[in-house]
């Protein structure tokens, strides 16, 4: 059996690996999927009967992002990564989605252990199958199966927040590296779309229990030649969800389309027992 990170959602024991298979020393037993995910999301802990994104979005995501549209912003996350992640460090992708920035910083960082989690079994399951030598499992960010202070970076990109999870995984003086969306990311789509447009709120960087060390900027603007491309823009967003008739209208009738992505990468360092 070989070590892991990995926390077994029934009892907390630590699980090992062994084939296929996840055990517990008191062999509670997970087997991961042919695709690749494990599962480790106890079903309170689901909230709904497809939990996370839908698999359409999950896979309009991977449909756009393969594309290289957001390759700026995979870059900037990696950069931040690039000191932090030595041989034998641990990362771990709390909300990674399909696994494109996953497999980026897997790709830059190849003798670290790399472990993505996201509550959505589409997603979870495509990252899986395009990083194969990562480590990824089904389970919610919010109850991480991860063992305490056993990651020296979390990533967070777009996902939920949870502090005082990111807080217990990872080691002291861990780094956290969390992207969002700038004040006017994709704001020409937004203004092709909808009558009011708005700008997206960006919050204080403070974190409670993180320092904050440094932003960066992913700025870049792209020209989108199909409708099938902005349609794929559109559906990895959360206007997907909220958008009515007549603005689904306008969305459809765009053949082409130049708009802005403009993103922040900040930058954190836990605070341990005695401060910084």
Not at 48 to 66: K, Q
Not at 125 to 142: E, Q
Not at 152 to 178: H, N, T, W
């Amino acid at each position: 059996m070989s070590e892991t990170i990995w926390k077994c959602p029934v009892c907390g024991g630590a699980l090992q690996a062994e084939g296929l298979s996840l055990q517990c020393e008191k062999r509670h037993n997970f087997d991961r999927a042919k695709k690749g995910a494990v599962y480790l999301l106890p079903s309170h802990q689901k909230h709904s009967d497809i939990p996370g994104d839908n698999p359409e979005m999950v896979r309009a995501r991977r449909e756009f992002l393969g594309k290289g549209y957001y390759a700026h912003l995979r870059d900037t996350i990696c950069d931040a990564l690039r000191p932090v992640l030595q041989s034998g460090s641990v990362l771990l992708d709390a909300g990674c989605g399909e696994g494109y920035y996953t497999k980026g910083i897997h790709e830059m960082a190849q003798n670290s252990e790399i472990y993505g989690v996201d509550i959505s079994k589409t997603a979870a399951n495509l990252a899986a199958k395009a990083d194969p030598t990562g480590h990824y499992a089904v389970a919610s960010v919010f109850h991480l199966p991860v063992l305490d202070a056993s990651c020296d970076a979390v990533v967070s990109i777009f996902a939920p927040y949870c502090g005082e999870e990111f807080q217990r995984v990872l080691k002291p003086d861990g780094i956290f590296v969390m992207a969002i969306p700038a004040a006017r990311h994709l704001w020409e789509l937004k203004a092709a779309v909808y009558d009011c447009p708005y700008e997206n709120a960006v919050k204080d960087y403070a974190l409670e229990e993180f320092q904050f060390l440094e932003k960066r900027e992913a700025k870049r603007e792209i020209d989108l030649t199909s409708t099938g491309d902005i349609q794929s823009l559109f559906g990895m967003t959360p206007y997907a969800y909220r958008t009515g008739a007549k603005e689904r209208e306008r969305l459809a009738s765009l053949e082409t389309l130049h708009v802005r992505t403009e993103f922040e990468v900040l930058i954190y360092r836990k605070e341990n027992a005695h401060g910084i």
